[in-house]
C-alpha cells in the first residue's frame, strides 16, 4: 500500500493507493515489554515472521528490533534478539532501539529535578555500557538507536491529564531542564559509539503526555527541549572527533564535551543545574561564537552572540556550544 502503489487482494481485486514512498527504517513493534508482554522469543519469532513479510515487498528497508521501554529490567531480550542462531536463516539485524525518560515525584520542583533527572540520566548511560557489552560480543554490526529519549513530570501517564484539554502548568524552566537531559545523553552516548539517539517527542497534547512535548499545543511554538536539539543538530554530525575533555570531577555541576568538526573545533557545555556555573577554559579565548539555550532564551531560538575570555557562565539549565576561531 504504502511503497508499491497498491496491492491484490486475496480475492484478485487490485486496491491503488497511489503511494511510492521509500521507508528505509521500520521498527517492528513498539515497547514489546509493556505493550505486549513479549518474552524474548516471542518477540523474536514475530519480528522475524514481519521482516521476512516487509522485505517481499520493500526489500531495501531496514529494520530495527527491540525496542524496549525499560531495557535495565530486560537483559534477557538482548541476549536473546542480538544472537543470530536464534533467528530465520537470512534475517538481518540492522539495528536495535530501546528508550529512556527521567521521571520524578509530583513533590518534586526544579531543584529537586537537577540531581534527580540527571542521577536517573547516569544509569541509563550504566545500562547502555551493558548493553553495549551484549550487542558487541553477539552483533558488533547492529547499529544502535535510543530512539526514545526524554522525560516525563508526575500526572502525565494518568489518563485523566492525557484526555484532559486543561493547561497542565507545566513551569518555564522545565522545559530547559529535559533539554539539558537530552544533551548529556547525547554527548556521555556518543561517546559509546551510539548511532542514534532521537528526543521524544514534537506534539504531546492532547491524548499524549504534555511534559514530552517539543511544541506548544496551544500555540505551535517550538519549546526550549525543540531548540535544544536544532542547537545540537546544527553543530554535531557523524564522523566529528571526540576530544578528551576535563573529567568530571573538576566540573561535577556541568558536562563539558569538545568536538572537532568540519566546521571547526566546538565545546558542548550542559549546566545540570538550576543555577548559573563556571567553567574556566584552559587559556584565554578570543573570536569565539557563543550559541546558548537556556532559562534566558525560553521559546525563542538559541540566544548567539561574539564571545571572548577565558571564565564562561552558564545560566541555569544551559546548553551552550562555543564555536572556537580556527
Known amino acids: 500500500w504504502y511503497v ?5 487482494d486475496e480475492a484478485g481485486r487490485p486496491h491503488t493507493s497511489g503511494h511510492r514512498f521509500k521507508i528505509p527504517y521500520w521498527e517492528v513493534f513498539n515497547e514489546p515489554d509493556l ?13 522475524d515472521a514481519v521482516v521476512a513479510a516487509v522485505r517481499r515487498v520493500s526489500p531495501d528497508t531496514k529494520f530495527v528490533g527491540i525496542s524496549v521501554a525499560l531495557p535495565s529490567q530486560c537483559p534477557d531480550m538482548f541476549e536473546y534478539f542480538l544472537n543470530p542462531a536464534n533467528h530465520r536463516p537470512g534475517i538481518p539485524l540492522d539495528m536495535i532501539s530501546y528508550h529512556f525518560y527521567a521521571l520524578v515525584d509530583k513533590h518534586q520542583t526544579a531543584d529537586h529535578w537537577q540531581y534527580t533527572f540527571f542521577d536517573q540520566a547516569d544509569r541509563f548511560i550504566a545500562t547502555v555500557r551493558y548493553i553495549e557489552a551484549i550487542r558487541q560480543r553477539l552483533s558488533p554490526g547492529t547499529k544502535v538507536a535510543l530512539n526514545e529519549v526524554g522525560t516525563i513530570l508526575p500526572g502525565d501517564r494518568e489518563a485523566e491529564t492525557r484526555d484532559s484539554t486543561a493547561d497542565p502548568h507545566i513551569p518555564p524552566e522545565y522545559w530547559n531542564a529535559s533539554g539539558a537531559v537530552y544533551a548529556y545523553i547525547f554527548a556521555e552516548t556518543a561517546k559509546l559509539g551510539i548511532d542514534v539517539v532521537s528526543a521524544s517527542q514534537l506534539i504531546g497534547f492532547p491524548t499524549q503526555y504534555p511534559s514530552v512535548a517539543m511544541i506548544d499545543w496551544n500555540t505551535g511554538v517550538p519549546n526550549a527541549r525543540y531548540w535544544t536539539l536544532k542547537l545540537l543538530h546544527e553543530n554535531f554530525h557523524p564522523g566529528d572527533k571526540l576530544v578528551a575533555t576535563s573529567p568530571k570531577e573538576k566540573y561535577p555541576d556541568t558536562a563539558v564535551q569538545a568536538f572537532v568538526t568540519p566546521q571547526g573545533r566546538k565545546l558542548l557545555l550542559i549546566n545540570k543545574r538550576n543555577r548559573a556555573s563556571t567553567v574556566r577554559l584552559p587559556a584565554p579565548v578570543t573570536g569565539a561564537t557563543l550559541a546558548s539555550v537556556d532559562v534566558s532564551t525560553g521559546d525563542r531560538i538559541a ?7 577565558q571564565a564562561l557562565e552558564l545560566k541555569p539549565f544551559a546548553v551552550a556550544v562555543l564555536t572556537l576561531k580556527e
Do not use: L
Not at 540566544?303 to 575570555?309: E, L, P
Open 4 to 8: 508499491n502503489g497498491g496491492f491484490v
Open 35 to 47: 505493550e505486549h508482554k513479549m518474552t524474548p522469543r516471542q518477540y523474536t519469532e514475530r519480528y
Open 303 to 309: 540566544r548567539t552572540g561574539a564571545w571572548s575570555g
